[in-house]
């Protein structure tokens, strides 16, 4: 039984499993993507020898702190709040090798402030971040389980984005403009290789509602990036950290039935950074916590194309100790954001079916 065009699945910012761009949640760096649920959501499973391109954004304002799972409101109050802005695009360009099996690379590009209200500088970045190549293969044959499938992915990424990037700023002492680095929450890259690891898992329920469960782990094996953030502080967090990132996502999808194509999507994301690596060391600067929130969202397909919008309320931020923290008996503080905000386009092209069939795309393949 082919599954209805009009089924879409939730928080789509790319449209595969294994694309991993570099985002960040305020202060805490978490670096994973936004994923899919079912490939029902865009026309369909991709034929052997199909192509699709997504360019994917996201965007939010961090301001709020936390010490644990408690917010620092006396720093709003004092105007000494630390504020990031982060702006990403992310590219991904994804190849269907065999009706299960399929190819990906993800190219970040980063665009970032972060100030501190009491400051009178504020320091930027712009550039790409790392890069991952991965692969992903469906458990099941794919043109027998349109119902429902799991899609396992592993991929690397390379520290192709600047981990030390700094800005010229005057900060009115006397001393004039002088060089800065720019705090490792708005850095392009990491610093470190990583191995991407993902899953994707849908179910059809019924004739038009799809549920799903996604997640995503970037390990990073290496300890520090040999980036000295300050040179007086203590000696575990005088380099900055390569720390791994995770993403869960889960949820229902929904179709407009007079509206043919156009769906509506809700459920829970939970993204962070966790305290001690499942490879490597836990030494080094980082901030470790994670944001959970719920997420609502509308997604639109027409042909071979693919447009989605999500927004996600934090309903609840928490910012963990750190391997150094304990060491120390700290507990340091990170900024997250309110809301999160989500968008994508994609568009499939190549393939027999397109060339067969013009701009018109088969969804029962």
């Known amino acids: 039984m082919k599954t209805p065009t009009y089924l879409l699945s939730a928080f789509a910012l790319l449209s595969a499993i294994s694309s991993q761009g570099l985002y960040a949640q305020g202060c805490i760096v978490a670096r994973s993507s936004s994923l899919s649920g079912g490939p029902e959501n865009e026309g369909g499973y991709m034929a052997p020898g199909e192509f699709e391109f997504s360019i994917g954004y996201r965007h939010q304002f961090s301001f709020r702190h936390f010490v644990g799972d408690v917010e620092q409101t006396q720093r709003i109050a004092q105007g000494t709040e630390v504020m990031n802005k982060i702006n990403l695009l992310n590219y991904n360009l994804n190849y269907q090798i065999s009706h299960r099996f399929s190819v990906q690379v993800d190219a970040p590009l980063l665009l970032a402030s972060r100030r501190s209200n009491n400051s009178p500088f504020t320091t930027t970045t712009q550039g790409f971040g790392d890069i991952i190549f991965s692969a992903k293969g469906w458990l099941f044959d794919t ?20 981990d030390n990037a700094t800005n010229i700023v005057d900060k009115l002492d006397g001393k004039g403009p002088v060089s800065t680095l720019v705090d490792y929450s708005i850095q392009p890259g990491s610093g470190g290789y990583g191995i991407a690891l993902g ?40 380099q900055v950290s390569i720390s791994d990132q995770y993403l869960l996502e889960a949820g229902a999808a929904i179709p407009i039935r007079k509206l043919r194509g156009l769906s509506i999507t809700a459920g829970p994301r939970w993204e962070g950074v966790p305290a001690k690596d499942l490879i490597g060391g836990n030494d080094g600067f980082r901030r470790p916590g994670y944001a959970l929130s719920a997420e609502v969202g509308a997604q639109y397909v027409r042909g071979r194309h693919f447009i989605s919008a999500t927004v996600g309320r934090a309903i609840l931020r928490d910012r963990t100790r750190s391997y150094p923290d304990r060491v120390y008996g700290s507990h340091g503080d990170a900024a997250f954001a309110d809301y999160l905000w989500l968008a994508s386009y994609s568009v499939r092209f190549g393939g027999p079916q397109h060339a067969k069939h013009g701009a018109k795309m088969d969804p029962g393949i």
């Open 143 to 162: 043109r027998e389980n349109s119902k429902g499938n799991i899609a396992i992915s592993v991929g690397g990424a390379i520290p192709s984005g600047r």
């Open 199 to 238: 899953w994707q898992a849908f179910r059809n329920m019924g004739s038009i509602t799809q549920v799903y469960f996604n997640g995503s782990y970037m390990v990073t094996p290496q300890n520090t990036n040999g980036v000295v953030r300050s040179t007086t502080a203590q000696p575990l967090l005088q």
